[in-house]
């Protein structure tokens, strides 16, 4: 059983830090994004340096104090927040910011845990060359957390998650322990991968603070296009005609659905859609070629064929960097529209790429026969990955339907498990998910999960209740 | 401690499994193929199922029997072969070789352990897809092995390791379970990733049975180039700028040193040779290219731009693909070549992309304080991966020079550690860097190694004695 992190203990472990490392936590450090749930008390701390971590967490285990390591904040299933049990210290990253160095050569550049997204997409930028993480909230998530959740976001498909883009990770273990690991290394056969095992371990086995991330050239040319597609199933035949056509160089390929376009322009009536009417699915395209192709010429030549076969209807290529941007802006509004207009519920799901169509058709009729609801599905389809979210009917509140989201969620995911997909494609577990995780989970994974979480962080400190081990409420989160 | 796999062992759990499955080892399970050990005997099981591997895996718990999975019986750190300790049971997955599945648009196919590498290769090729891993041992290599030790080869630039390219695996716990992780899905995040733990564990977690392997579109162009490059430095700046021009479509980046050419030239004189005289250094270069892009007049700028910086004095680029693979036929035969004049000390090492030169210069330096001999370094410089080989003086045997070898891979692997580099880039640990991965390894990763260990396999059958966790022998083999 874990103590709180009461005044005793914050006092005590303040007078082994610097001056302003132990304080109040603040709001932004409690609440939720999406505002489900909140820390109701915790001790915040600050540290400077991965000796500071060390320090903090060495106090955490002898005094079975819980610690919940902080990035960004936007995090979307309740990794960050800690509604019920002892009060917790927060590790905000934040302060450990620095470019530790960066070898544009080599491609790689190793940065701090609280180094923004954003702030590391530009680092990279003024060498030279590209960070291709990207996701909505970059200019906010922090690289721990990135790599804590292992994130995913819009270039997965050409560049890979967040694992594939981290090389070696310097971290904090239970004990206190750091773990060196910051070699500028492609290759490293040395013994088990402890570094994928820390990311995606949500915090729950170690704390990050330090990355080796891996860079990439910038591609020499980009072509954007939007079009319009009959179906999710003509969008993925025009996913591969492209990649074909590439040799894999397609860098993103986003799924929207017309519920998407028709609540943009319900709650940002001044951002112009290109389309009119609002078409029921479209896709938006990017490729990075290198030099010696015509983008814009190559980005034609494929959806001539695709157009061709029937797989799109109409489209728009970008001309500017400008027209590309206002395609990704509202590509990036969808999730803040998603946000004004209030969901029941979302789901972060993957299915496997032939089973989109049918999935995406079977999951709205069965949410269809719950009630009269609103589902904006749209998502990383390259990946395989939807957000299926699901809205009240126009003119209500998601209040209102509260009492449902059990009932939707348990359909949605029984179906997801039934297409053999996941029900957290790129969000993680948390504490919003993990009754889900105990219901779908494959029994052998939960068991070594456990075991491993119950040797690495014995005392059970490490963001307690947050993806597996002992859950100290007895209610889960859902 | 475990009980040897004697005759009453095997008959027990011969009753329990289809006629034919339990049978005595053959040589080619016994021996290493540099020939430094064997195994002296052992029991050999050939499953035809998880459901068999299972069974296996449960008797040998429950009679604390080791247990030695075991590929194509490529490997090179001994991880196959079990010089001393109890009798273990060779678990060879050569029967489980079917290809479960294949999905071409999803870029995705499901085998079995037991299939080779080049049947995994000629698979994807069938359904117009590539499966990029490629290594010299790959018509004999099979994919259990490749996974269990996250092996390497020449794509890896562009396409990763065999890590990168399996998406989930199917495999047997050691206490019989079986982990069914065999979904068709890029993106999970569901829980720690045990994937990415079994995978480079080298046998010792767990018994991967079937895996998903991605595959990726075939280049529409590709372009080969052999160059004379005046210094590894050079080499490198090449690359970069192949990088640059191709948006990091450069597949392949092999450094070849004179030495291995003159190795070539000595046993296999037939072989013909691009260059006369033969270069200090040079580099086998491929581009994968999209449509719409011609190959090799893109390699032309390429290597124009790279002379005009002196990073290149003469490079030929091939004209067909039979010439194409004549290049990649030399390439190949250097670890031919290196085993037929005999080695005294082979080294696996990664070091810093940026550090390449030096530490060749510095290593070839120490090697010859110790003594007159001749030093082979090739590899995937891409990757920052070197074979850095020592040989006798020309016309002597390795044999005479045995009790230099200790000293050698001190200085070597030394420098290594001193570079920040690591002694094991792509063949792992197996039971011969053992000592080595203790004297150089992180400490807080070795004891989490450890403990991860002792708590996934309790009784110590999986592979005992390779990686970590007790070694029954005394002394460690190097």
């Keep these: 059983m874990l103590n709180p992190a009461d005044a005793t203990f914050a ?21 939720d994004p999406r505002g489900r749930a909140r820390t109701p008390q915790a001790v915040l701390a600050r540290p400077r340096s991965v000796a500071e971590v060390a320090t903090i967490l060495s106090a955490c285990a002898s005094a079975r104090v819980g610690l919940v390591p902080f990035g960004g904040g936007t995090g979307l299933v309740l990794g960050q927040i800690v509604p019920d049990g002892p009060a917790p210290l927060i590790l905000s990253l934040e302060r450990m910011n620095n470019l530790r160095g960066i070898w544009p050569e080599e491609g790689l550049m190793i940065v701090e845990a609280g180094m923004t997204l954003a702030a590391a997409q530009e680092a990279a930028q003024a060498a030279g060359r590209l960070f291709p993480l990207s996701l909505a909230s970059e200019g906010t998530a922090r690289i721990g957390g990135v790599l804590a959740t292992n994130a995913g976001g819009v270039n997965v498909l050409r560049y890979g998650n967040a694992r594939e883009l981290c090389l070696g990770i310097e971290a904090v273990m239970a004990d206190g322990s750091v773990l060196h690991g910051l070699k500028r290394l492609r290759k490293d056969n040395t013994g088990y991968d402890l570094k994928d095992l820390l990311i995606g371990s949500e915090g729950t086995l170690g704390i990050i603070t330090a990355a080796v991330l891996r860079l990439w050239p910038i591609p020499a040319g980009r072509a954007t296009a939007l079009v319009q597609v009959p179906s999710p199933e003509a969008a993925l035949s025009l996913l591969s005609l492209a990649q074909d056509h590439t040799g894999g160089n397609v860098t993103s390929f986003e799924l929207i659905s017309g519920q998407g376009l028709h609540f943009l322009h319900e709650v940002m009536p001044d951002l112009r859609q290109p389309f009119d009417p609002i078409p029921e699915w479209s896709a938006l395209v990017e490729l990075g070629l290198p030099r010696g192709v015509d983008p814009a010429s190559t980005m034609e030549t494929i959806l001539q064929a695709g157009a061709e076969r029937a797989l799109l209807s109409d489209g728009v290529i970008a001309q500017s960097e400008s027209q590309a941007q206002a395609l990704w802006t509202m590509r990036e509004s969808i999730p803040l529209a998603n946000r004004r207009i209030g969901a029941i519920v979302s ?19 069965a949410v269809g026969q719950i009630g009269p609801f609103r589902v904006n599905c749209f998502g990383h389809l390259g990946d395989g990955n939807l957000h299926f979210n699901v809205f009240p009917p126009a003119g209500n509140s998601a209040q209102t339907y509260r009492a449902q989201a059990d009932e939707i969620q348990r359909r949605v995911h029984d ?39 119950a040797v690495l962080d014995p005392v059970g400190i490490l963001n307690p209740g947050a993806v597996i081990g002992p859950a100290w409420p007895d209610k889960i989160l859902s």
């Design 11 to 31: 006092q005590r472990l303040a007078e082994r830090l610097p001056p302003d490392t132990i304080g109040p936590a603040e709001p932004r450090h409690l609440e």
């Design 415 to 453: 179906l997801v498990d039934r297409y053999g997909g996941s029900i957290s494609a790129e969000h993680g577990i948390g504490r919003a998910k993990r009754a889900e995780l105990e219901r779908y989970g494959d029994p052998t994974k939960l068991a070594a999960m456990r075991a491993i979480k």
């Design 347 to 365: 789901h972060d799901i993957a299915v496997p790429l032939g089973e989109i169509g049918n999935f995406v058709r079977e999951a709205t009729r």
